[in-house]
């Protein structure tokens, strides 16, 4: 009896609005029941086995992004390639500057007594001798007597001569055999710029020397000129 009264009760009386209490305020609509608390809690998820899940990292951390179409991936790339490219044409740039502020500092450094030419320098120090006390000295100087093997290399050591105002001794000669100029090494030349009617072997001439227009000479072999090495 007890119990059916009890009953009748609970069904009868009615949720209770919030209060404006300053103790317990609460959020419009909201009642401030027992259920209200636990409205924190993570989603509860039945598993197959019955069990409770937690939240997937999808849910946490939103929707995944969109697959990328096939071949998209490289392009992602495509900004990154694009600053390399300008970055290292800017390094040949700057290194094109380099290498030309070098070249004027050696011509600067050289001259007058010296002259670079593709991989080859011509230098003198203003030493004087006959072919064979020439040809002795550059070695010493860690060269070879100055032979030019191609039009530049004749212009190159021409500078030198002009600068100088006098006639250069070359490492070239015929006394092996006569009317064949050979270089130091036996080997006979491929280039040459005689100045015509040379060489003419006048007097047993086996050397031979270049004069300040570029052209070469034979002369006798105990004169003495300016030395010019090459290195
Ligand atoms: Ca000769
Ligand atoms: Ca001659």
Redesign the pocket.
């Known amino acids: 009896m007890i119990l059916l009264i009890l009953s009748s009760l609970v069904l009868v009386v009615p949720a209770q609005k919030p209060t404006s209490s300053p103790a317990h305020r609460v959020l419009p609509g909201w009642f401030p029941n027992a259920c209200t608390l636990v409205i924190c809690a993570p989603p509860e998820r039945d598993s197959k086995d019955g069990k409770q899940e937690l939240p997937r990292i999808q849910e946490l951390w939103g929707p995944p992004a969109p697959p990328s179409k096939p071949g998209s991936k490289g392009d992602d790339n495509l900004p990154e390639l694009e600053s390399l490219k300008t970055e290292m044409k800017n390094l040949q740039i700057q290194l094109d500057i380099l290498k030309a502020t070098i070249t004027k500092t050696q011509k600067a450094i050289l001259a007058p007594n010296g002259v670079i030419v593709a991989e080859k320098i011509f230098k003198t120090d203003g030493s004087r001798g006959d072919f064979d006390a020439a040809q002795a000295h550059c070695v010493h100087m860690g060269g070879t007597l100055a032979v030019p093997r191609n039009a530049a290399e004749n212009s190159a050591l021409q500078q030198i001569v002009t600068w100088h105002n006098a006639r250069a001794v070359l490492g070239i000669s015929?006394?092996a055999t006569?009317?064949k100029f050979e270089d130091l090494n036996g080997q006979v030349i491929e280039y040459s710029n005689w100045a015509p009617g040379e060489?003419n072997?006048v007097g047993?001439?086996?050397c031979a020397e270049m004069h300040p227009d570029g052209k070469w000479h034979?002369r006798g072999c105990a004169l003495e000129w300016l030395v010019i090495c090459e290195f």
């Open positions: 015929d006394r006569e009317g060489p072997d047993n001439e086996d034979d």
